[in-house]
């Protein structure tokens, strides 16, 4: 049977955090309502869609899933049950933030079958936290955590943030010790990103700018800055015997998350509620963005209309057909996104040509430049190519007119 | 229907800018009902984009109407309208030669400015009969009183009775009207003499080939003359002749002596139908053609290359049209290592570069990168040969050159007594060689020095208006040249020289430039994989030296979930912005680069 993975997106949040452009914000208990409902039949009707699928895993992201009522929960849970072939062993995420989670609710979670925790910590530094405009302390996230281990769950994921404003090698170093004595599973160590329409940009914008330019910097550390607290992070977590196997996520020995994996080594994933991304035979689409227009959407699902050839879905907004080249475009910069790198057997496989009749050049550059290596017939950054990836990955985008055949 | 020669008056109007020249004619034509309100575009005599969001005419044009006076007669006026920047000094004096009499606006807070000297001047010497115009009257901090004296007292005219009005609101500019009648001359000539006519202006126009602006001097020109061009020899057969609607071409039966109007001869290329040029029969031809043709050649040149290499033969077509309009604008193939295939192109002055360049941005859709500009120097080699150099890269070698000129201006500066200091600081760090200073009056001062022209091409305006918070102005012609200790300045980005930013420095404020240059390149410059060193040199001799440090971290950690097609757009986008370089050896200079360092003094 053809696998798959879920993601499911539950847009609510207690407060909106200042650097956050997710699609997420605060909406009242009625909305909250109406949207597990109509999440419910999006999954109803793509379950009808997809028959004949294992599920193997599903990410429940946001926003703050865990903000979401137990009973709510699981309703959305109980959906997926019932329209989806989740296999036994299927790991199932959901992301919650300190100060909304219960014992109970951590106990309806297990309950239902859901076997991983991805905690949204950040900084150990309540000044920091404060300054994220996070609602939490770091008491408050030790709670949180002790009583995720307590009510049984052995794996879990804790966010932290690399190159905050005012951030110095001493202050993230505590938070990854902090972190690191509380031996989590799974740690993500994402970089700050100053986004257009959020209240950092308002804050940073221009120190974005000469960051980027490596200039000096007012309060975001300046490019050298940036640098050093993304290696301390990267050998730090690695002493203390967390590996990295892709550019922000580090795991200890077989706790990789296999769900962020599927994304990186291009596996089908159907995206379920509001703005969800999908990858599904060859398309990219993604759904509607505007809350009301989505339930609006769901509730005018009718269950009868399958489609015998093609997945369809009315909720989806933008569908991008993906052609040779994009394809091959993805597995390049997604795949070396991993330390493992890209298979030239998986290229061949997939393509039906090798990896240097498309990419020999810029191989051989990337090479030339030591950023890339080919070992044991493996394509991966180096060291030094992880810390340019945006540059190296670049290159793997080809020209219109490169011939594929 | 003929028209009495004593009821035609072709006028022109002169004021320093922003006096209310345009306004004025804008009045004029509104008045004499040629237009309704309707159909009247502000500012109808300048009528490219261009000229009306810069409030600046940049071709002269011309529009004839007609005034009933007060004595109860009808009255043609031809209303020629003359450029106002220096770079079109030419243009301007042979749209003077084509009238008979010239409207001088002078601004009734600001009074006489250089530019109000030098056009007054101008009218003065083609024997022109001015009447001034006091405008903006109705400003809190006009003084009509005081300028008028000034009038009087600096330029010599008659002014007490000169009208005072608002161009803006139309207030007594019927007096204008009456006065254009009673104090500005008839124009003269024999309809029945040999054809003289001088070319003023002519423009391309697809369907009609060029359209040639001309002042019937003497004779009379109709459909189906033979004529020719004395000064270029073109000659060709007359398919229409006409006068001038407001934006519109009204064909008519015969130009004939004292008249301004167009006429077409399906001429392909207005090289042949140069401004100042006699126009003459070809079977009876006049005895000598009308005085002060000149060719004009250009100041000023610079390099302009296509950002996309692709599109070098749309470059090349569109400079050929605009060159169709404009013969003043000149330009040769050239190719730089750095840049590839271009053009050197010759103009003006700065303003005439920066409005060819805006047209072939705006209405070719061409994305250019220009090179700094630069004057004509004259190499005087040791072999007793001279040549003129329009680009730096062709400079002979040292020991080939016996000595350089540059080309220098007599500029003439108006300003308040108070920023009197400031100026002339600005003219010596410009390397101005101080002629003279006369008061106008207690508070203000004429400045004139000798400067390198040089000097004043990049931003010497600006620095004029900032250090005189905008109370002086600025007028200059060319003097010719003068011997100079000029260096050339190259630029090694990464131990290669990069040609295109390569400029001739006179020697003494190289290192400063050098300088400049080099800080300017850096903050430009992106980080590469390697360090970059950036210098200038002087031959062999290094003079300054900065470093672009190589990249070391260049990640984007943050995780967009499944939203792989954000992911990719900014992937796109750090491509996308690579192909706006230029590849110099392995060093990839972003586009930006070549135009900033022309731009060294703004911080």
């Not at chain 1, 943030?161 to 202050?171: E, H, I, N, S, V």
């Not at chain 2, 033969?313 to 003043?328: I, S, T, Y």
């Not at chain 2, 900032?466 to 050339?488: Q, T």
């Amino acid at each position: 049977m053809k696998e798959i993975s879920l993601y499911v997106h539950i847009p609510f949040c207690v407060k909106k955090c200042d650097y956050c452009d997710f699609l997420s914000g605060v909406y009242d208990e009625q909305m909250q309502r109406e949207y597990t409902n109509s999440l419910c039949r999006e999954i109803a009707y793509m379950g009808q869609q997809l028959e004949a699928v294992a599920v193997s895993s599903i990410y429940i992201g946001g926003g703050t899933p865990s903000w979401l009522n137990i009973a709510e929960t699981e309703k959305m849970m109980q959906a997926l049950h019932a329209s989806f072939a989740i296999r036994p062993d299927a790991e199932i995420t959901i992301e919650c933030n300190p100060g909304t989670v219960t014992w109970d609710k951590f106990a309806s979670y297990r309950k239902m079958g859901i076997n991983r925790l991805s905690i949204g910590l950040q900084s150990a530094n309540d000044d920091e936290l404060a300054l994220l405009g996070r609602v939490h302390t770091y008491e408050r996230f030790l709670h949180t955590y002790d009583m995720a281990r307590k009510s049984g769950f052995y794996n879990i994921n804790v966010d932290v943030m690399t190159g905050l404003p005012g951030q110095t090698l001493d202050k993230l170093m505590h938070t990854l010790t902090q972190v690191i004595a509380l031996r989590p599973e799974h740690i993500s160590a994402y970089a700050l990103m100053v986004e257009e329409g959020t209240p950092f940009y308002e804050r940073y914008k221009f120190d974005a700018v000469l960051q980027h330019a490596g200039k000096q910097t007012e309060f975001l550390p300046n490019e050298d800055e940036e640098y050093r607290l993304y290696k301390m992070t990267q050998q730090v977590l690695q002493e203390h015997g967390y590996h990295q196997y892709e550019i922000s996520n580090y795991a200890r020995e077989d706790y990789e998350c296999f769900h962020n994996t599927v994304y990186w080594t291009r596996r089908p994933y159907l995206g379920l509620g509001l703005g969800a991304a999908s990858l599904i035979e060859e398309k990219r689409t993604s759904n509607v963005r505007d809350i009301y227009v989505y339930c609006q959407r769901c509730n005018g699902l009718s269950q009868a209309e399958r489609d015998e050839h093609d997945i369809v879905s009315p909720l989806w907004d933008e569908v991008t057909e993906l052609s040779r080249k994009d394809a091959m475009e993805e597995f390049m910069f997604l795949g070396l996104r991993m330390n493992r790198g890209v298979k030239r057997t998986d290229f061949t496989d997939t393509f039906g040509c090798s990896i240097e009749a498309v990419y020999g050049d810029v191989l051989k550059r990337l090479r030339e430049e030591a950023l890339l290596v080919l070992d044991g017939g493996r394509f991966y950054l180096t060291e030094r190519g992880q810390d340019l990836s945006n540059y190296a990955l670049a290159q793997f985008l080809l020209e219109d007119e490169t011939d594929l055949s | 229907m003929a028209i009495d020669q004593s009821r035609i008056r072709n006028f022109c109007i002169v004021a320093h800018i922003d006096h209310g020249k345009s306004t004025l004619a804008d009045r004029i034509i509104e008045m004499t009902g040629l237009l309704t309100e309707r159909e009247m575009q502000a500012q109808v005599l300048d009528n490219m984009d261009l000229e009306r969001e810069r409030g600046i005419t940049i071709k002269s044009q011309a529009v004839r109407t007609i005034y009933k006076a007060k004595d109860g007669q009808e009255y043609v006026f031809n209303l020629i309208d003359t450029p106002g920047h220096v770079d079109f000094n030419y243009e301007v004096s042979r749209s003077l030669a084509a009238c008979d009499g010239a409207i001088l606006v002078v601004d009734a807070a600001q009074g006489i400015e250089a530019q109000t000297l030098a056009n007054v001047y101008l009218a003065l010497d083609h024997d022109l009969d001015v009447l001034p115009v006091i405008n903006k009257i109705d400003l809190p901090s006009a003084d009509p009183q005081r300028v008028k004296d000034e009038i009087e007292d600096v330029i010599g005219l008659e002014a007490q009775d000169a009208p005072m009005i608002s161009a803006k609101t139309g207030l007594n500019v019927e007096e204008v009207l009456e006065q254009i009648v009673t104090r500005l001359p008839a124009p003269e000539g024999d309809s029945a003499a040999p054809l003289q006519a001088l070319i003023f202006d002519s423009l391309y126009d697809a369907y009609k080939g060029v359209i040639v602006f001309c002042r019937i001097k003497e004779g009379t020109m109709r459909a189906g003359d033979e004529v020719c061009m004395m000064a270029t020899g073109a000659s060709a057969e007359v398919v229409e002749v006409g006068y001038f609607g407001a934006g519109q071409f009204i064909p008519c039966e015969e130009l004939s002596a004292g008249m301004v109007g167009y006429m077409t001869a399906s001429i392909k290329n207005v090289k042949d139908t140069r401004v100042g040029d006699t126009i003459t029969h070809k079977n009876q031809p006049c005895a000598e053609p009308l005085p002060g043709y000149k060719k004009v050649n250009p100041m000023v040149y610079c390099g302009l290359y296509p950002a996309d290499g692709a599109k070098y033969p749309d470059l090349r077509d569109a400079l050929e049209k605009l060159q169709l309009n404009d013969a003043a604008l000149q330009f040769e193939p050239e190719t730089s290592v750095a840049l590839g295939f271009g053009f050197r192109c010759g103009f003006l002055g700065l303003l005439h570069l920066e409005i060819i360049q805006e047209r072939l941005e705006r209405e070719y859709h061409l994305d250019l990168v220009t090179t700094a500009p630069g004057v004509v120097y004259r190499v005087h080699k040791t072999d007793g040969t001279m040549i003129s150099l329009t680009n730096p890269s062709n400079l002979p070698e040292p020991s080939e050159i016996d000595y350089m000129e540059e080309p220098v201006v007599e500029a003439e500066i108006m300003v308040t007594s108070e920023y009197i200091g400031a100026i002339m600081d600005l003219c010596q760090e410009r390397r101005g060689t101080y002629i003279s200073m006369e008061y106008m009056e207690e508070s203000r001062a004429l400045l004139k020095y000798t400067l390198p022209l040089n000097e004043i091409i990049y931003d010497f305006f600006d620095a004029l208006k900032s250090r005189s918070r905008g109370y002086a102005s600025f007028d200059y012609e060319m003097k010719g040249y003068v011997r100079s200790d000029l260096v050339k300045l190259d630029i090694l980005i990464n131990k290669e020289e990069v040609d295109a930013l390569s400029f001739i420095v006179f020697s003494g404020t190289a290192y400063e430039r050098g300088r400049k240059m080099c800080e300017k390149l850096k903050e430009e410059i992106p980080r590469h994989l390697f360090e970059i060193p950036i210098q200038a040199a002087i031959g062999s001799k290094v003079i300054a030296r900065e470093t672009v440090k190589a990249m070391r971290k260049d990640v984007l950690a943050k995780c967009y979930g499944g939203d792989i097609t954000r992911k990719k757009k900014l992937l796109e986008k750090q491509k996308e912005g690579k192909k706006r370089m230029r590849q110099v050896g392995n060093v990839e200079i972003p586009q930006e680069a070549f135009m900033s360092v022309l731009k060294l003094d703004e911080d």
